[in-house]
T-cell receptor, first 113, second 111 residues
Framework: DADVTQTPRNRITKTGKRIMLECSQTKGHDRMYWYRQDPGLGLRLIYYSFDVKDINKGEISDGYSVSRQAQAKFSLSLESAIPNQTALYFC????????????FGPGTRLLVL | GENVEQHPSTLSVQEGDSAVIKCTYSDSASNYFPWYKQELGKRPQLIIDIRSNVGEKKDQRIAVTLNKTAKHFSLHITETQPEDSAVYFCAAITGANNLFFGTGTRLTVIP
């Protein structure tokens, strides 16, 4: 689904470094989400935003922060990366209708050494 | 918060057979239950969903059933094909409109 894009697609960084993952969408959706995926643990919600002025913590927000720069952009930051943050990160969007279907970006594979 | 459990974690079936994946949820207020398919190296994509006011929904070879009383829902794939091989995730939405995902089922269809 090219309407939701993520950059970078792959990233290797070192422990203690600051890193930002970016998500952009052209679907016109108000709601945006960040998930991390680990083998055997499924997808876990890190942060979500229902509009530009709304930011909420998800299930596993410790060690992460986010910024909703515009309706179309939602960034995830790791202020001081640690190895157990090595994972596949997905951004997702949904609209305000009752359907709540979420559309996922292609993912960012992050390796923290 | 919501807790979604999914079984089995892996499932192998012969091509043409049926596959069933089961999920349970804990929050009786959950009212929307999507299923996502994730092929290797790709993003999760919605394949079917069901709302709490419906007991069953079908889309070609895929069906989902929901038992609100028992708080469980299942994905049924009939006449499986090799291209059905993927990881399948169930999910439930709570009143806060957040999706809680199961841990996934890796389905392998053996030609």
């Amino acid at each position: 689904d090219a309407d939701v894009t993520q950059t970078p697609r792959n990233r290797i960084t070192k422990t203690g470094k600051r890193i930002m993952l970016e998500c952009s969408q052209t679907k016109g959706h108000d709601r945006m989400y960040w998930y991390r995926q680990d083998p055997g643990l499924g997808l876990r919600l890190i942060y979500y935003s229902f509009d530009v002025k709304d930011i909420n913590k998800g299930e596993i927000s410790d060690g992460y922060s986010v910024s909703r720069q515009a309706q179309a952009k939602f960034s995830l930051s790791l202020e001081s990366a640690i190895p157990n943050q090595t994972a596949l990160y997905f951004c997702a969007t949904s609209d305000l209708s009752g359907r709540e279907t979420q559309y996922f970006g292609p993912g960012t594979r992050l390796l923290v050494l | 918060g919501e807790n979604v459990e999914q079984h089995p974690s892996t499932l192998s079936v012969q091509e043409g057979d049926s596959a069933v994946i089961k999920c349970t949820y804990s929050d009786s207020a959950s009212n929307y239950f999507p299923w996502y398919k994730q092929e290797l190296g790709k993003r999760p994509q919605l394949i079917i969903d069901i709302r709490s006011n419906v007991g069953e929904k079908k889309d070609q070879r895929i069906a989902v059933t929901l038992n609100k009383t028992a708080k469980h829902f299942s994905l049924h794939i009939t006449e499986t094909q090799p291209e059905d091989s993927a990881v399948y995730f169930c999910a439930a939405i709570t009143g806060a409109n957040n999706l809680f995902f199961g841990t996934g089922t890796r389905l392998t269809v053996i030609p």
